[in-house]
Structure formats: structure tokens, C-alpha cells
């Protein structure tokens, strides 16, 4: 039996060749309901799963998947991590975890001198109905991170994941799929060299991305908050040509701005440097959409998550009433990149991404303090 909600108190049920429509199936007696195998999983998990699957909102797909970061920090504290290799294997992580991706320097046998491999990786489900668009923003959401880094991508291995199907239907959307991841990586001339596929019941794709490192005011490059055509056009664009722009400008730092939100991969950067930002709300690139979309209690199912990030932000209890507030803490998927410039470049900066069209609603948003 398989239950979707409608949002409106109603619900669609299915089940072979029949279905129904109706409020009266959210009554269904629970012990029906439990019969799908979501809330077998989640039955089997206790009680306290059950009940957080029986009064969630969907879950999100893209980055607004990802577990939220108080959860992921407060997880891995607990783990003992190995931070370096070992003495056999004649390299140094010289960035680990918390950036945007590792940098590892290697040695070069027979060479003096050592060469730095910047090693990132991204997964994640499907958010899109159509299996190219969603091959395509999954590579390149992979390769920013890389590029936020000031890294040439190099190689790709991609990890899919494909609905139970018949073997021409699960052919065809491989086909489509990696087509359009294969679109991306070939724009940055990154070779995909290996991969590996399982059945799932959900369309997912991520790439373990390897590039190279080529031997201020803090700056958007792409707008942000979702409205379907918009967004799906801001996540299919690639930030490389914005990279080589911020590089050229002498940015001393950048990320991109994924799943944890503008506050979330800030604060990052922040903590990072020692050093505390300004954002003036009123400059950061909105996609249409992003505010009508607040009013009707659109948000994301990570939102919660990224919110509790508001105890980082001095002058939260003076802004929070302000409508694009929310947005801040909105995840990102495919976002644009965030970079730390010299003040006297950033103006040129900005005029330089929209001129070139790397970054059309390039602008400048705060200031490091």
C-alpha cells in the first residue's frame, strides 16, 4: 500500500492497479498505515521513529537531505577519527575535515617537492523528475566543492543509486542520468574513471571528486531560495568560470553554499579564520519565489536543523522578524559560492562576475570584521 499526501489533508492511496482518493485514508487505523514499509522501518526503530515519521513533513531531497550539522558535529566528536595516514604512505592531509574538501599532499616518488591533491565527495536523492537535470546538478554541486577550494578537477568516481525496475526502464534511466552528469564534468574537462551502482528505492547519484591546486568582502556568486524554473536553471550552472574570477581577484577564501545554508558554511569560514562577519540581508540574491514561498510555510525539511544555527548570529533577536531572515538558513543544493576578497577589489569583482556572465546576480553581501 502506498500513501502520498497532498498537502492539504487529503491523500492519494495505491496499491497494484487500484487507487483512491480521500481525507479518510489519514484515519486509516495505524496498524493499516504501518503495512507500507517506511513505517515498518520506522516501527522497527521504535516508537519514537514511528512517531516522527507519522507527523513529519516530506523529507527533502537534494542537500536539504543531509543531516544537520549540530547532529553531524555532536556524532563525530564521539569518533576517534585517524586525521593522518600513515608513515608508509608518504603523504600529509594538510586540510581535513570541516572544509569544503581535503587537501592532501603527496610526495612525488623519485621528485623533490610534493603535490597537493584536493579530495572531495557529495551524495545525495533525487529532487527532480527528470533523470538528466538531476545527473547534471549532482556533478556539479560535486565539483564546487572542489572549485570553492581554487582546485582543477581532475577525475570523478560516481557512486548511483537506481529504483527496483526493469532492466531496460533502470538501462534508460542510467543512460539519461550519467548523461547529464557526463555534461558537466566534460565542461571542466574532468574524466569520470569508475563508479559503482546499487538498487534503491530512490534515483541517487554523488562523485567522489580528486582536482589539483594550480601552482576581504564577502561575495555571493549565484542567487539563492527556490523557484522551480529559476532554481533548476541557478543549480544546472557550473561555478567554475565564477572560481577562476574570484582567484583572479586574490580571494583569500571560498566555499560554497550547500546543505547547512549562507549562516551555516559562513560560520564556517569564520571559525575557521578566527574572524566574524557582517551580512547586510537586503543584498543577498534572492531567486524568485524564495519569499512567497516562506509566506505560504514553504521551507525546507533541514530547516529546523540549520535554524538552531541562530545562536551564532549577535543581533538575532533584532533581524529574526525580518521576512528573508529564514532564507539564511536555507539548504542549498548546486549553490553559488561565497569568497573573501581584498575591499578595494571586491566593486571590480562583482562587475567582472556579471560582465562575463560567470555569476549574473553577483554581489556583494557583508563584510569580514
Known amino acids: 500500500l502506498g500513501l502520498l499526501g497532498l498537502g492539504d489533508g487529503t491523500c492519494i492511496a495505491s496499491r497494484g492497479t487500484l487507487a483512491t482518493e480521500g481525507k479518510w485514508l489519514w484515519e486509516m487505523p495505524t496498524s493499516l498505515v504501518e503495512t507500507s514499509s517506511d513505517s515498518a522501518v ?4 521504535g516508537p519514537g521513529a514511528l512517531s516522527l515519521l507519522q507527523h513529519a513533513t516530506m523529507r527533502c531531497g537534494g542537500c536539504g537531505a543531509k543531516v544537520g550539522a549540530t547532529t553531524l558535529s555532536q556524532a563525530m566528536a564521539r569518533v576517534d577519527v585517524p586525521s593522518q595516514p600513515g608513515e608508509k604512505a608518504e603523504a600529509k592531509v594538510a586540510v581535513g575535515v570541516g572544509d569544503d574538501a581535503a587537501v592532501v599532499e603527496l610526495s612525488a616518488e623519485g621528485k623533490s617537492g ?3 591533491s584536493v579530495q572531495t565527495i557529495d551524495f545525495f536523492r533525487s529532487f527532480v523528475d527528470d533523470p538528466y537535470v538531476f545527473g547534471r546538478i549532482a556533478a556539479l554541486h560535486a565539483l564546487s566543492d572542489c572549485e570553492a577550494m581554487g582546485a582543477v578537477p581532475q577525475t570523478a568516481l560516481a557512486l548511483v543509486q537506481v529504483p527496483f525496475a526493469l532492466e531496460d526502464k533502470q538501462e534508460e534511466d542510467l543512460v539519461q542520468l550519467m548523461s547529464g552528469a557526463s555534461s558537466a564534468l566534460r565542461d571542466v574537462g574532468c574524466a569520470l574513471v569508475g563508479g559503482h551502482t ?6 541517487g547519484l554523488g562523485f ?17 531560495g527556490p523557484w522551480i524554473a529559476a532554481a533548476l536553471r541557478g543549480m544546472s550552472s557550473s561555478n567554475s568560470p565564477a572560481a577562476a574570477v574570484l582567484r583572479a581577484h586574490g580571494a583569500a577564501a571560498c566555499t560554497d553554499i550547500t546543505g547547512f545554508g549562507l549562516v551555516g558554511h559562513l560560520l564556517e569560514m569564520c571559525r575557521g579564520a578566527g574572524v566574524q ?13 524564495a519569499l512567497a514561498c516562506l509566506e505560504m ?14 545562536r551564532a548570529v549577535a543581533n538575532h533577536d533584532q533581524v529574526c522578524g525580518r521576512p528573508a531572515y529564514p532564507l ?15 575591499r578595494f577589489m571586491a566593486g571590480s569583482c562583482v562587475q567582472a562576475l556579471r560582465m562575463s556572465g560567470a555569476a549574473p546576480s553577483a554581489a556583494i553581501v557583508g563584510e569580514v570584521t
Not at 546499487?198 to 534515483?203: G, I, P, T, Y
Not at 567522489?208 to 539563492?224: D, F, N, Y
Not at 510555510?297 to 541562530?310: F, M, V
Open 42 to 45: 520506522a516501527a522497527a526503530a
Open 114 to 116: 610534493q603535490v597537493a
Open 328 to 342: 539564511l538558513f536555507d539548504p542549498q543544493t548546486s549553490g553559488g559560492l561565497l569568497a573573501a576578497v581584498p
Open 277 to 289: 562577519a557582517e551580512i547586510d540581508l537586503d543584498s543577498v540574491p534572492l531567486y524568485d519565489g
Open 198 to 203: 546499487c538498487e534503491a528505492r530512490e534515483l
Open 297 to 310: 510555510g514553504i521551507a525546507s525539511s533541514l530547516q529546523p536543523a540549520n535554524t538552531r544555527l541562530r
Open 208 to 224: 567522489t571528486i580528486v582536482g589539483r591546486l594550480p601552482g576581504g568582502s564577502a561575495m555571493r556568486a549565484k542567487a539563492r
